[in-house]
């Protein structure tokens, strides 16, 4: 035992939606046209939360819905049994999958390109590669990095870092303790943290909007580009490292 690993064909398009309480979920795409769900046993108490994972596919109207959730087997009390997560699911599916996932302190790693992309977790770490979008991300502790955002996206964490390092589409990124670091900007970027650190390491085109109580805010922005950035902080340190053309960036700090 300790496995099991259903495969799906699924050409066409894809929507992967996971809701399990814990463990680490790891997505990889594959340039063909089915999915794969496995869900591995790593601890003693593994095993037994493998015996509760559920994975389904329905096809509606040409696209396929895989699901992997937790059993239902405790619907008739108020109180929710969780278990160790002592498990590891790997998925394999197309590019482009869209991908829905909840869980309280569910670990994320995505390995390629995804379409559209939901997470809500409350201590799980979310780290995913190339979004076509739109993103929507929402954690109270885990932390949220990106490589690129190629969709609209929001991101909404309490005390996890965000880090995104290519930014081609609007992003609204919010964080109350946690710092926000974004690489490079090319659309509208708008930032808020309470007590958070902000760096933006350069912006290339775009609208640039950042609020901090306390936190300290760093910008770069790119030689010979013509951005508009607001940043205020009530307390914190402000610091732009502008490029030589600096008539064409307008800087408001208050």
Not at 8 to 29: D, Y
Not at 166 to 181: C, E, F, H, K, W
Not at 205 to 227: E, F, K, L, N, Y
């Amino acid at each position: 035992g300790g496995r099991s690993m259903p495969t799906f064909e699924t050409p066409g398009s894809v929507s992967l939606q996971i809701k399990l309480p814990s463990g680490r979920v790891v997505v990889t795409t594959a340039d063909e046209p089915r999915t794969t769900v496995e869900v591995v046993a790593l601890g003693r108490r593994g095993q037994d939360a493998v015996d509760e994972i559920a994975i389904t596919m329905d096809e509606r109207s040409g696209r396929h819905v895989v699901r992997v959730e937790q059993r239902d087997r405790f619907r008739w009390g108020p109180i929710q049994i969780t278990w160790g997560g002592d498990y590891e699911c790997r998925v394999t599916c197309p590019p482009g999958t869209d991908l829905e996932l909840s869980g309280p302190a569910t670990d994320v790693r995505v390995d390629g390109e995804l379409g559209e992309v939901t997470a809500r977790t409350a201590s799980g770490d979310i780290r995913l590669q190339d979004v076509a979008g739109p993103l929507q991300v929402k954690t109270a502790s885990g932390d949220v990095s990106v490589n690129a955002v190629r969709g609209n996206a929001t991101i909404g964490t309490v005390s996890g870092d965000v880090s995104v390092e290519r930014l081609a589409a609007p992003l609204a990124a919010r964080a109350v303790s946690g710092d926000i670091t974004i690489g490079t900007v090319a659309a509208e970027l708008g930032i808020s943290t309470t007590s958070g650190d902000v760096q933006v390491k350069a912006v290339l085109a775009g609208d640039v909007r950042i609020q901090t109580v306390s936190g300290d805010v760093r910008i770069g922005i790119a030689r010979g580009t013509r951005v508009w950035v607001d940043a205020t902080s009530v307390s914190g340190k402000l610091d732009s490292e502008l490029g030589l053309d600096d008539q064409a960036v307008e800087v408001q700090a208050e």
